[in-house]
């Protein structure tokens, strides 16, 4: 079948609309993902954070316990390091990005999230969350975001993510 001009104009269209459709389609992923993205940058902000850097850097990503609001900025980032030294690495982020539920901190932890954010001074419903289970440990993550940042006010067992089952 020989195609004329106007077949052929026919084809060029429909392949734009295509393209078109499917670029729409690809910017709004991007979009609706973009939370689980940024989340996951803080993470790893606070992970470099707690390895070096000023006291002030650290604490900018995270939402602290209102009984933390007394103390110094150095005796809160002391307290911080020493909780949290534990508990996040690169391996293990790379782990929940990949195998993490994420979604609103009500629908991923609906039974701690209210207790959670009253312990932050937050609305749980202002939050979001990352679970990740994997060789039996659970791993939590839960995030607000404040402007243009997320603060992260819970983090727990993303380290052992990225150990070896039994390990």
């Not at 609001?69 to 929940?96: H, N």
């Not at 994420?102 to 609906?110: D, R």
């Not at 039996?136 to 995030?143: K, Q």
């Amino acid at each position: 079948m020989k195609l004329t001009p106007m077949r052929k104009s026919i084809l060029i269209l429909l392949a734009c609309v295509v393209v078109v459709a499917g670029g729409v389609v690809a910017w709004r992923y991007w979009q609706k993902t973009e939370p689980r993205r940024a989340a996951i940058r803080s993470l790893g902000k606070l992970d470099a954070a707690l390895r070096a850097g000023p006291a002030t850097n650290l604490l900018e990503q995270l939402l602290l316990p209102q009984a933390l609001a007394t103390k110094t900025v150095d005796e809160q980032a002391d307290f911080v390091r020493k909780a949290l030294a534990d508990e996040v690495s690169s391996e293990g982020i790379k782990v929940l990005q990949k195998e993490g539920q994420f979604g609103p901190l009500m629908a991923i932890f609906p039974a701690e999230a209210e207790r959670w954010a009253t312990q932050a001074g937050v609305k749980a419903d202002d939050c979001v969350a990352f679970l990740a289970e994997r060789n039996g440990i659970r791993a939590e993550v839960v995030l607000m975001r404040q402007g243009d940042a997320w603060r992260i006010l819970r983090v727990n067992n993303i380290k052992q993510l990225a150990l070896p089952p039994g390990g």
